[in-house]
């Protein structure tokens, strides 16, 4: 994947220290060729539109097994060197769900907040909300977030929820992400406020915007 364009607007930044983001989508059937999959062009597109800092990623199609997800997460993470890590898929009750499991496995601290967000979010459109199983925590100096298997509802937990009016009524998982990434040493990362504003405690705004960089 090429970077995203600089928008005109940010601050630049250093292009050795661009967001490099991994996307995995876990499913048994997809990886086998049984239908294409929807996951990471869900997420490609979701990314492009919020993110205006430059960004790379890289892709992994794999199936619902621990230790293939296990290896691949800390692959990701280890020697491709990302910072951010967002699956899709594999994180309800089924026997072959344990996305949760191997992400888990990999990680030196959890962050529960994430998945409570997520549930929250999902639960203004189905009761089944509460059958997730969704994860984040932080590898290294990498952030890991499980998330939904179905394109629409990776956009309203990413994104959340608006009023008619654009007005925000529930956050979005990701207007927390940038400042997560700041705390564990990752690149700064702007956003496009018409998708999702990043939040960021204004004490950390200059310290943390590269335009601050000698």
Not at 7 to 35: F, M, N
Not at 92 to 112: H, I, Q, S
Request: aromatic share 4%; hydrophobic share 40%; net charge negative.
């Amino acid at each position: 994947m090429n970077p995203t364009p600089t928008s005109e607007s940010a601050p630049q930044t250093d292009p050795a220290r661009a967001l490099k983001v991994g996307l995995v989508s876990i499913s048994d059937r997809a990886s086998s060729g049984v239908y294409a999959d929807a996951g990471i062009p869900a997420l490609q597109t979701w990314l492009a539109s919020a993110i205006t800092s430059p960004w790379s990623a890289v892709t992994r199609l794999i199936p619902d097994e621990q230790p293939v997800i296990e290896r691949t997460l800390i692959e990701l993470v280890d020697i491709e060197g990302c910072h951010l890590i967002l699956t899709t898929g594999g994180t309800g009750p089924a026997k072959r769900d344990v996305t949760p499991e191997a992400t888990l496995a990999v990680a030196d601290r959890e962050m529960p907040g994430f998945g409570e967000q997520m549930r929250q979010i999902s639960l203004n459109f189905v009761p089944t909300a509460i059958l997730s199983r969704q994860v984040a925590v932080i590898r290294g100096n990498a952030l890991i977030i499980n998330l939904p298997g179905q394109p629409k509802s990776i956009q309203e937990t990413l994104e959340g929820l608006r009023a008619s009016e654009g007005r925000s009524i529930v956050h979005g998982i990701f207007a927390a992400v940038p400042y997560c990434l700041d705390l564990i040493g990752a690149p700064f990362v702007q956003t496009n406020e018409a998708v999702c504003k990043a939040f960021r405690p204004k004490s950390a705004q200059a310290m943390n915007s590269p335009s601050s960089a000698g």
